[in-house]
């Protein structure tokens, strides 16, 4: 299950199953802001119209300690968490009952970390009032919550003992039935009509959850507590907060690369050759780059030369400081404050990440090149409090990096507008080119005050690009180059992919096993659904290996929290879904384990892309159920054979045929001319110190 954030168009689950005649309430409660501001309240009601509640129940959350983090005491499990309540305002949600499978710690003293998960409660249908679980004293949920009228949206801030408390008892999944669930924030008035909610699986899916949707009119989500982010790194410890290059860095000039367009500029050697100003040469000297990687001495001189670009090159092969670089460089030349003309911000870049901590990630890449220099860089994106972001927007940047949802927020009500726009740059271009987030794009684009196509740079980087999306982008570039390092698509040769065969019910076990085993290796875990992955982190730290989790579902301070909880070795595990699948760059992340394994064989190049950076081994290891999975087989075969590496024999037999790298987008769709590609061959690489 998809869980990208922040995508204003980004399509809402629906898993609740529609009640008929659910019941109206009037008023009521839901998620209580930790500190009340309108405009962050406006904010989050004001996307546009299409996709309602996710759900009615706007169940209360059980942390009576707003300002902590911490679900270690009695109440601070959290109560089964209703669905997301119908909206405030205008809003109206229809919605399903709550998720139920609520977690609530039994034992907090185990849990160290402030993110820590407890034991394993599964409540009842959460925000639906009352729901019936298995094995756990269900009716305690009904009575605390539902009964009462006005208990649906729970005042997440008071009685939470009612929501979180009672449920001891660990039972598989709950079966939510929401009854109406009352939508609505603090200050709104929602209606709510109730799905009912799914029963939660008795053979191990733990935690059922309730429906998640109705058709409301409300205009996005409510968020759950207004969050200001907190600047973790200081400016002088971004330099070191980056992988180191590891052994096969040499290795990557092996790799050949296609360069396609007119008029190519020719690599640069290195990146004193490339005439980078001296100010951003110390910056990347002291961020400890000695040797330009391929997708750099390609890039680099294609976007100083003023060229639109499309560049494929694999993952953890440096393709930020490819796009940050030449930027910077024309943005120290250029020796030109920030435009801000009244209240609306101009910047000079954009540059746009389909999820939040890859944004957070560039917005830090950036803020080390430009350090100690004129340029001024910003980040806005979904979860955190719109007016502080808004602040620093307006306070002049020359850099804007953001994910969709708010940059468009802050388009629509004018704080952000692309008459200065120099560059716009597309991370992870492939997924900001799919469905999800090509209505964002076109919007952008397509804004009255956007720079013309040729007037501005348009850049798009990912490690994985396939045909159609390339024939997508195209009309969004202007006389583009196309590099391609290596195939496109094609996984890190330092990556040792293990493709296993284990069914759904052997999979945890395989896991412990697998991480005791493992010694406390840096790994990340990735399952497909967010509530498997509570489920899985509760499971692993009732097994005393100290994980933290990360997706869709998480407040972003515990999205933050728990990255950097992971980063800092706090926990050695993070489970994650596919929102931590690409571009996080990590150090020492030695281990990617696929739980599940996902739809699409390029969010596996791109998660298993996790490890192996910048010339550094890894290791990634694929739970291969075939009852679920089969599809996947001749795709994965495919991408291990390309990487040098072994094809299980079950697993080509699969209907596994080599073909060309075609539908990996493997060459520039252009054909002609500009598909003729310059094969720029491997360059020469330098004596290896060490063989491997
Ligand atoms: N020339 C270089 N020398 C040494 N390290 C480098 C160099 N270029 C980039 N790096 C480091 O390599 C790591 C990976 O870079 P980056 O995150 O840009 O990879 P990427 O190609 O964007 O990967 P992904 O496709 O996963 O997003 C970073 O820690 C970065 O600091």
């Known amino acids: 299950m998809d869980d990208w954030d922040d995508g204003a168009a980004a399509p809402t689950q629906s898993i609740g199953v529609r009640a008929e005649g659910g019941k109206k309430f009037s008023s009521g409660r839901g998620f209580k802001a930790v500190e009340s501001n309108d405009d962050d309240w406006g904010t989050s009601n004001s996307g546009d119209t299409g996709f309602g509640g996710s759900g009615g129940g706007g169940g209360g959350w059980n942390n009576d300690d707003q300002s902590s983090d911490n679900f270690r005491s009695n109440n601070r499990g959290r109560g089964g968490r209703g669905g997301r309540g119908g909206g405030r305002g205008e809003g109206r949600g229809r919605g399903g009952g709550g998720r139920g499978g609520g977690f609530r710690d039994r034992d907090g003293d185990r849990n160290g970390n402030e993110n820590g998960y407890g034991g394993r409660s599964n409540g009842g249908g959460g925000g639906g009032g009352w729901g019936d679980s298995g094995g756990s004293k269900s009716n305690e949920w009904g009575d605390s919550g539902g009964q009462s009228n006005d208990g649906w949206g ?38 709510g009509r109730g799905g009912g909610g799914f029963r939660g699986d008795r053979d191990g899916e733990d935690g059922g959850f309730g429906g998640g949707g109705g058709d409301g009119e409300n205009k996005e989500e409510v968020k759950r507590e207004i969050y200001v982010p907190v600047e973790r790194t200081a400016d002088e410890d971004l330099f070191t907060s980056t992988i180191s290059s590891g052994i096969n ?7 050949e690369v296609n360069v396609s367009g007119e008029d190519v500029p020719p690599p640069m050697m290195s990146f004193e050759a490339a005439g980078l100003r001296p100010h951003l040469l110390e910056n990347v000297k002291k961020s400890g780059y000695l040797k330009p990687t391929p997708i750099q001495k390609y890039a680099v001189p294609i976007i ?41 911000s101009q910047p000079r870049v954009v540059i746009v990440s389909p ?68 560059y716009f740059v597309l991370d992870e271009a492939d997924r900001m080119l799919d469905m999800g987030f090509l209505p964002n794009v076109e919007q952008m684009l397509g804004d009255a005050s956007m720079t013309a196509t040729g007037e501005r740079q348009t850049l798009m980087f990912s490690a994985t690009f396939p045909e159609q999306i390339q024939h997508l982008a195209g009309k969004f570039l202007h006389n583009y180059v196309f590099i391609c390092v290596g195939i496109v698509g094609s996984a890190s040769t330092d990556v040792e992919q293990v493709v296993f065969q284990v069914s759904k019910f052997d999979k945890r076990e395989k896991l412990i096993s697998m991480l005791k085993e493992g010694n406390k290796e840096r790994t990340v875990v990735f399952v497909e659904t967010k509530r498997n992955a509570d489920f899985l982190a509760t499971l692993l730290s009732e097994n005393d290996i100290k994980t933290t989790s990360i997706h869709g579902d998480r407040l972003q301070r515990e999205r933050e929290q728990a990255l950097w909880d992971f980063k800092k070795g706090i926990c050695n595990i993070l489970v994650a879904t596919g929102v931590a699948a690409r571009g996080l760059d990590i150090e020492g992340i030695q281990h990617v384990i696929n739980y ?51 094809v299980p024999e079950w697993l080509s037999s699969g209907g596994f045929s080599a073909g060309g790298s075609d539908s990996f987008g493997g060459r520039d769709i252009r054909g002609g001319d500009f598909g003729r590609a310059q094969n720029f061959g491997a360059q020469p690489a330098e004596q290896e110190e060490e063989q491997w």
């Open 249 to 255: 860095f040499i290795k990557l000039d092996d790799i």
């Open 355 to 422: 999820t939040r901590e890859l944004a957070i990630q560039i917005y830090e890449q950036a803020k080390k090149f430009a350090y100690n220099s004129i340029v001024k860089t910003v980040v806005a994106y979904g979860g955190t409090s719109v007016s502080y972001q808004k602040n620093h927007v307006l306070a002049g940047c020359h850099i804007l990096v953001a994910t969709p949802g708010r940059l468009l927020d802050f388009v629509k009500r004018g704080h952000v507008s692309f008459a200065s726009l120099q």
């Open 154 to 191: 729970g005042d997440s801030g008071g009685k939470s003992d009612s929501w979180g408390g009672g449920n001891d008892d660990e039972g598989s999944g709950g079966r939510g039935r929401g009854r109406g669930g009352r939508g609505g924030g603090d200050r709104g008035r929602g209606r």
């Open 596 to 646: 599940d394994l996902p739809n699409s064989i390029d969010e596996y190049v791109h998660r298993i892309g996790r490890t192996g950076r910048v010339g550094n081994r890894g290791k990634a290891t694929s739970f291969f159920d075939s009852a679920h999975d089969s599809n996947l087989a001749p795709e994965i075969s495919k991408i291990l054979k390309q990487a040098g590496q072994e």
């Open 304 to 344: 100083m030369g003023g060229r639109d670009l499309m560049g494929c090159a694999q993952t953890g092969s440096g393709k930020t400081a490819a796009f940050l670089l030449p930027m910077i460089n024309k943005l120290l030349s250029s020796q030109e404050g920030p435009v801000v003309d009244g209240s609306t």
